[in-house]
């Protein structure tokens, strides 16, 4: 079991104006009393540099940065900046948000919850082909041994009816969450995932389910897949992302006129001609994206002038990393004294630290 972190965190929550969900009155009883293993609140860091501190993400920065006001900050003056880098021609690339590392690891019969706050910019495109992986635990044989798969929080596609859903590789069966749950952009949101370990479900007898609660409304709950391969499998790490699967977008900027969602496009000077198997599929704010499904050879580059072929509307086709922020992370393998609504312990926003000094 990890050693937690020593630390006063008993000024950790928040008094709410509206009713509380849990049903718990305002007072200190509402305090934490477990101690968390890691405290983020990115305030230590020299901003425009690598958040791989012991305040931010002490596993490895994965070229995620310390940034400071203008850029969103929940509280205090610094906040995780965690970079999509949508790769080579929209192709397959990478979400960097820095790593956590579980020391020791934690195995069959441990637990794990995982809070944090996250800001999606007004025109954020999470889509992929198929997906964008969001949240990781990754899991591997005894002694560090071979890879035996991650246990995965997925954004899902902007446009579809269900915004997450949880996979264990290898297992492969996705659980998807409730209908009509996706990010919202343009707002902080507080995000928890909770892991416990064992290679039995908790269906089957055994203690094995994962969790994911978004604004403290819990919108994923698996007990019918094991979390781990065998009884003497590991969690090693976390990941704060780590992967576009198949094809991250690429955006188009220096729109002079309506681009049509759906209509077929075509490109020069790249030398492709007539009209490719491509089109745009979504609009946020004034960014519009490339179909990821497709891939016209030859493929579009950076620079590209785009032409709507219905409309005849021009476009710069550009590499665009999507940013993604985040603070006050809380990571614990004690049991939260909190519930929610149907009982279940967790960190909930109102641990959300109100002064981390």
């Known amino acids: 079991m990890p050693t937690p972190v020593s630390i006063d965190i008993s000024p950790w929550y928040e008094h709410p104006t509206t009713p509380n969900r849990d049903g718990l009155a305002v007072s200190a009883s509402r305090a934490p009393t477990y101690t968390p293993i890691q405290v983020s609140d990115f305030e230590d860091g020299t901003v425009d540099t690598g958040a791989g501190g012991s305040d931010a993400f002490p596993g490895g920065s994965y070229g995620s940065q310390y940034r400071g006001s203008p850029l969103p900050v929940f509280e205090g003056s610094q906040s995780g900046e965690w970079v999509g880098d949508c790769g080579h021609n929209g192709n397959t690339g990478f979400t960097n948000g820095g790593r956590y590392d579980f020391s020791p690891v934690l195995g069959k019969g441990d637990k794990v919850w995982i ?10 495109n999470y889509t992929g082909d198929p997906f964008l992986k969001f949240l990781r635990i990754r899991t591997n044989a005894s002694g560090g041994g071979a890879n035996e798969g991650y246990n995965d929080i997925y954004f899902e596609q902007i446009d579809t009816a269900n915004g997450f859903y949880y996979i264990k590789e290898q297992d492969d069966v996705p659980k998807y969450s409730l209908n009509g749950h996706h990010p919202v952009l343009g707002v902080w ?35 019918d897949v094991p ?54 599929v979504n609009s946020l704010g004034q960014n519009y994206f490339i179909d990821s499904d497709a891939t016209p050879s030859p493929a579009f580059e950076d620079g590209d002038t785009i032409t709507d072929s219905i409309t005849s509307e021009t476009a710069t086709l550009a590499k665009a990393n999507q940013l993604m922020y985040i603070d006050d992370l809380i990571i614990a393998t004690e049991t939260p004294n909190l519930v929610d609504q149907s009982g279940n312990p967790f960190i909930s926003s109102r641990h959300t630290a109100v002064n981390f000094d």
């Open 115 to 124: 809070k944090f706050k996250a800001f999606l910019p007004i025109g954020y």
């Open 227 to 280: 979390t781990l391969n065998t009884a003497t499998s590991e969690a090693a790490w976390i990941y704060f992302g780590s992967f576009w699967n198949g094809g991250a977008p690429l955006l188009l900027t220096s729109i002079s006129g309506p681009i049509i969602v759906g209509n077929a496009i075509t490109a020069s000077p790249s030398g492709a001609g007539g009209t490719l198997a491509s089109k745009i």
């Open 189 to 223: 949101e507080t995000y928890e995932y909770h892991v416990a370990f064992d290679n039995v479900p908790a269906a089957s007898a055994g203690t094995g389910r994962a969790r994911l609660w978004k604004n403290d409304e819990l919108i994923i709950d698996v007990d």
